[in-house]
């Protein structure tokens, strides 16, 4: 899960990590009104969405004169925002940050995340900040300083030193640094964060450090530990068919393709993805309806994919474990009574009960064609697709 960065400053605060004093707020007059709460004479108005690259689109805007605010806050407020992490349709705007304007000297990288092949926690930490780290890492690796933790021994202040002189801090400021990379590390850990940033991390012409951007993604399998993170999911900044799917407890993933897919198994269903791909088309949607599937939690599915507009084909990849191939075929004739099927559907149906499933679907006068593995199923559903 994803949250918005005035909440992660919230936490940042909670944990004693510096970030600008800041409000947020919903219209302009809110937005006039905390501008003047705050002591500095610049003030920052920043669109919160949950993606990054504001800055040069446009989402963050200085106000030299606090009688600006409440106008920026107008232009911003309501406004769809396109930057390189939202995709081209963007993201609406419905809250901003106010915040201090801060002096900045010098701008640099921080953040922590989970290093999944050395399976322990990792900060990434460079002298360019402000920029997008993945260009830096491609083109000046060498400028990237990585430093890894002992997730038994936790975070040593060692670890932040030997991060620090690598970036060739000053003495005052690696003192600032080894401290708020501990708490870092705290929150991290306490809070089930996988990812922490900060983008830029500022040294002030005054020698603070300053988280001055936060980025904090949760892994969804800790959120049940912490009710105050939980809190913290806006929905308006999730796709629709995806919060029906956690509804279902269903393991969906809107893409930007045109075939539908239910697969059962994570790995089933990536392969599935790759089989389409291979075939020349692309898939609309990653879904796993789970191993222990209900008749019920594949009708959802089925549903789900079908109100997808972009769907203009489905195919359905099922190796029948404990999942039984008649139960999702009952579950498939079960969505069909309530939604009309325009599009064409494959089904490939392997495993315990296949040969019940597959002749339920046949008694059931649906539209389908049938395929006896994941390549001719892919093949069958592309072309279907693109004969239309
Ligand atoms: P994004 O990463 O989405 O572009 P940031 O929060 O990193 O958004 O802001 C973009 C840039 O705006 C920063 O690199 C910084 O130069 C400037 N900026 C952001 N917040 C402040 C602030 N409080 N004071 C001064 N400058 C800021
Ligand atoms: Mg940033």
Redesign the pocket.
């Known amino acids: 899960m994803n949250i918005h ?1 005035f909440q992660a400053k919230m936490l940042f605060s909670q944990y004693g990590i510096p970030v ?1 004093q ?1 409000k947020a707020v919903y219209s302009a007059d809110e937005a006039e009104q905390c501008a003047k709460e705050i002591k500095a004479d ?1 003030v ?1 108005v ?1 669109a919160q969405i949950h ?7 446009g ?2 805007k ?1 106000a030299r004169n606090k009688k600006d605010v409440a106008g920026i806050a107008k232009g911003l407020l309501g406004k769809t925002l396109v ?1 390189h ?1 939202t995709g081209p349709e963007g993201r609406c705007v419905r809250k901003l940050l106010i ?6 000297g010098k ?1 640099l990288y921080l953040s922590l995340l989970v290093d999944r092949t050395y399976s322990r926690p990792v900060f990434i930490t460079s002298l360019e ?2 920029m997008e780290i993945e260009e830096v890492a491609a083109r000046t690796p060498e400028k990237v300083i990585k430093e890894y933790i002992d997730p038994s021994a936790g975070y040593q202040q060692f670890n932040g030193r030997n991060m620090a002189f690598r970036l060739g801090l000053e003495p005052d400021i690696i003192k600032q640094f080894v401290s708020m990379a501990g708490r870092l590390y705290k929150l991290f850990v306490e809070k089930g964060a996988s990812l922490i940033e900060i ?2 991390l ?1 040294i002030t012409k005054d020698n603070r450090l300053i988280a ?4 904090v993604s949760f892994d969804d399998n800790s959120l049940f530990k912490n009710e105050d993170v939980k809190a913290f999911r806006d929905l308006d900044e999730e796709e629709e068919l995806e919060i029906e799917a956690s509804k279902h407890g269903l393991n969906y993933v809107k893409l930007n393709g045109d075939i539908g897919c239910m697969v059962n198994g994570a790995g089933l269903a990536m392969a599935t993805m790759d089989v389409i791909k291979l075939a020349g088309s692309e898939p609309a949607n990653f879904l796993d309806v789970g191993g222990g599937a209900s008749k019920e939690t594949v009708k959802h599915a089925f549903q789900i994919l079908l109100a997808d507009k972009n769907v203009k084909g489905v195919f359905v990849n099922i190796f029948g474990g404990i999942v039984r191939c008649e139960r999702i075929a009952g579950g498939i004739i079960d969505a069909a009574k309530e939604v009309e099927i325009t599009v064409p559907l494959v089904i490939r149906l392997e495993g315990t009960n296949a040969k019940e499933g597959l002749e339920m679907l046949k008694g059931s006068g649906m539209n389908l064609e049938v395929a006896s593995d994941i390549w001719e199923g892919a093949q069958k559903i592309v072309k279907l697709v693109s004969r239309r």
């Open positions: 960065e600008p800041g610049i920052v920043k993606a990054g690259g504001r800055g040069k689109a989402g963050v200085l930057t992490q915040e201090e304007g801060v002096d900045i701008e900040g402000g983008n830029p500022v001055l951007d936060a980025k």
